[in-house]
């Protein structure tokens, strides 16, 4: 546990730096989580497609099955973070993240983070898709995130979700292998 913190005071800083470092909009590889890390990765995600429905228990979470359900949520929370910072609305970030550590980097870019449009769900693609992992209350969502028209830019990663009343950001990590079990095992803030 005090790696995964230390690992995020770390990335934090990163964070930081990155977003307040001057470079050309074409050339950008935004890590939209971090909002304005660069990420380059070399491993080759394979886009699984299987047909199923979402499995619902009496609780009310449900095990994500299909990689369209998995973009369409997916979509929803990336809208959701993003509108929230542009209109800098602190409930509308609480609606798509788990854990406070994600809402403070969120609530960070509120006035800083420059967008050329008004976020939209149809301006948020996604492409690789591959689910990792997918249990009642925790998924993991291998991706290649774009994010065009209000902020172009890409960004290949591991999506962590947890269920609280409804799918939420938990963690991203950028690489395929990183250490992210761990947060599927952790306590939500």
């Known amino acids: 546990m005090r790696r995964v913190i230390a690992a995020l005071i770390v990335a934090s ?22 909002l304005g890390s660069t990420t380059t990765t070399s491993a080759v995600a394979i886009t ?55 809402l403070d980097l969120a609530l960070q870019q509120f006035g800083s983070m420059e967008f050329a449009a008004e976020p939209t769900p149809s301006a948020i693609s996604f492409e690789q898709t591959e689910i990792l992992l997918a249990t ?17 830019g890409t960004s290949t990663d591991v999506h962590i979700l947890r269920w609280e009343a409804g799918w939420r950001f938990f963690s ?16 939500l803030d």
């Open 136 to 152: 009642e209350d925790c998924t993991a969502i291998w991706t290649e995130s774009t994010f065009k028209d209000f902020i172009d």
């Open 48 to 102: 699984t497609t299987t047909t199923g429905t979402t499995s619902t228990t009496d609780e009310g979470s449900h095990v994500v099955e299909t990689v369209e359900e998995a973009e369409e949520i997916l979509r929803e929370l990336w809208f959701g973070w993003f509108e929230g910072i542009y209109n800098q609305d602190e409930d509308r970030i609480r609606e798509v993240v788990a854990s406070l550590h994600q």
């Open 13 to 34: 800083l990163a964070v930081g730096v990155l977003v307040l470092w001057p470079r050309p909009v074409a050339e950008e590889n935004v890590d939209p989580e971090a």
């Open 172 to 187: 991203l990590w950028a690489y395929r292998d990183d250490l992210w079990e761990a947060d599927c095992e952790s306590q």
